[in-house]
């Protein structure tokens, strides 16, 4: 019987090439496939990360449209009164100040949860496109700024100059009739502290004779027009930026929603 062998020849030169392209090709589309897969991955957390900040923005927008509505009336009272006390050469009525005169402010706050998450997470780096990627970053800072004008800027001359200066020249009978002469302060005021209203019907008829009989010299009712002008100042730096930023908003809004 006879017996046969296995052939135990080495191989080519050709089929170690050839084995070692196929496996050279195998390992290379198996890295394609997954630069492929990571690459689809990281289009869908830009979509949604994307789709997510638009909505910060449209948040933003609409606080703006409220605010600078708000601020413009606030800017036109303060432009009049500032013009109307620094030529006025008689008294004025302190009664009719106390109807009328606005101590509320309206602070723009930058809603950037969003944005603040992709950057911590290093996110920014999934949005390929550099025209939006540079509009998102453009639009957050002009953001911030606004936030720092309206929140420190403004709020800064308000409450260390605005405030004390006219606790300096007007009387505490103006202060307590003016708050109570606002429908919104006067319900919540009525809930919180109720003792206040019993005291002020007793000392009511008073109060109002005091406000009446004090008469403001020209000096002092210089002092208001400084007042009134470095107030409506704080407001109209805020405003410019503002509107800016509603203005960027809008284009930026459009460019996510409807890239080209």
């Known amino acids: 019987m006879e017996v046969h062998h296995l052939s135990n020849h080495p191989k080519k030169w050709k089929e170690y090439l050839v084995e070692f392209l196929m496996l ?8 394609v496939a997954e630069n492929i897969r990571e690459k689809h991955i990281e289009n869908e957390r ?3 990360l994307i789709h997510a900040f638009v909505l910060d923005i449209k948040q933003n927008q609409k606080q703006l449209d409220s605010i600078i509505l708000k601020n413009q009336h606030i800017s036109d009272y303060f432009d009049s009164l500032s013009m109307d006390h620094a030529t006025i050469n008689t008294t004025i009525s302190l009664p009719d100040l106390a109807n009328t005169l606005d101590f509320w402010m309206y602070r723009f706050i930058n809603r950037k949860t969003i944005f603040e998450q992709m950057k911590s997470a290093g996110a920014l780096r999934y949005i390929q496109n550099q025209e939006v990627l540079n509009a998102i970053l453009q639009y957050e800072d002009h953001a911030n700024i606004a936030e720092t004008r309206s929140v420190e800027i403004e709020t800064e001359y308000y409450f260390d100059h605005f405030r004390p200066g006219l606790h300096k020249i007007l009387p505490p009978s103006f202060f307590i009739l003016r708050g109570l002469g606002n429908t919104s302060i006067r319900t919540i005021s009525s809930s919180i ?42 407001l109209e730096l805020s405003l410019i930026s503002q509107l800016a930023l509603r203005k960027e908003g809008v284009k930026l809004i459009q460019l996510l929603e409807h890239p080209e």
């Not at 050279?24 to 890295?31: C, D, E, R, W, Y």
């Not at 109720?194 to 005091?210: A, D």
């Open 24 to 31: 050279f090709l195998a390992v290379s589309m198996g890295f």
């Open 46 to 48: 830009a979509e949604e």
């Open 193 to 234: 502290h109720p003792g206040f209203y019993k005291y002020y019907n007793v000392h009511n008829k008073e109060l109002r004779k005091q406000l009446e009989q004090t008469k403001l010299s020209i000096e002092q009712i210089r002092e208001l027009s400084k007042l009134w002008f470095h107030r409506e100042e704080r």
